[in-house]
């Protein structure tokens, strides 16, 4: 059965920072790929989406994410994290179904 | 820009009364979903739709049923509301096949069960 496990539940980062959010996968065959950012209060939203092909793809507000088959992981990464970036962060997988299945989230918090 | 509303965005209800939560989307989407969200679990999948006249149970349906009697409109039932369910609801359409897959959320519904 497909899975995703954030294994960070909270990240902590300085503003002008690089960051990477942890995803691992598990999924049997190519999976499709997917990270939403939840603002408080708000629903969720697309960041970006991976599905087969180039494995580094690029999302909104400098956002991108890497595929690796070979470590079943979809990590996000951003250059320089802005304050307005103070969010928690879904990891998802697409089921064989067209249903996503969600991880349980990292809450990202932005130091000055 | 697609748009799902739902409504209401915060409910109180009493322990055993019956409880309707409305989703609309104008995207034109063919599948429609029910999420609950709780600390420590993330989003999980209660019930989802495929098109009018069409329910699925997703991982958690105890407790719910869904209708979805048209194109833009799909409903949560719960029959008789406990506080376990208490929590925030999410409604989602979508079209997930292939390349052009995506799905958007609406904004939530609060709903606490006393």
């Known amino acids: 059965a497909q899975s995703v496990t954030q294994p960070d539940a909270r990240v902590t980062v300085s503003e002008g920072a690089s960051l990477q959010l942890r995803c691992k996968y598990s999924?049997?065959?190519?999976?499709?790929l997917f990270w939403y950012v939840q603002y408080p209060r708000q629903g969720l939203q697309l960041l970006l989406k991976?599905?087969?092909?180039?494995?580094v793809v690029q999302g909104v507000n400098g956002f991108e994410a890497e595929f690796s088959k070979s470590n079943s992981s979809f990590h996000l990464r951003k250059a320089s994290v802005h304050w307005s970036d103070w969010a928690v962060y879904f990891c998802?997988?697409?089921?064989?179904?067209?249903?996503?299945?969600f991880g349980s989230g990292t809450k990202l918090t932005v130091e000055p | 820009e697609a748009a799902v509303t739902q409504s209401p965005r915060n409910k109180v209800a009493v322990t055993g009364g019956k409880v309707t939560l409305s989703c609309n989307q104008t995207?034109?989407?063919?599948?429609m979903y029910w999420y609950r969200q709780d600390t420590g679990h993330g989003l999980r999948l209660i019930h989802y739709?495929?098109?009018?006249?069409?329910?699925e149970k997703g991982d958690i349906p105890d407790g719910y049923k869904a209708s979805r009697p048209s194109q833009e409109n799909f409903s949560l039932i719960l029959e008789l509301a406990t506080p376990s369910q208490t929590s925030v609801y999410f409604c989602?359409?979508?079209?997930?096949?292939?390349?052009?897959?995506?799905?958007?959320f609406g904004p939530g519904t609060r709903l606490t069960v006393l």
């Open positions: 995207n034109n989407h063919n599948n």
């Open positions: 999924y049997f065959g190519t999976p499709y």
């Open positions: 739709s495929y098109g009018a006249g069409s329910t």
């Open positions: 998802a997988v697409l089921s064989n179904y067209n249903v996503l299945y």
């Open positions: 989602a359409s979508g079209d997930l096949g292939g390349r052009m897959a995506e799905q958007f």
């Open positions: 991976y599905y087969p092909g180039d494995p």
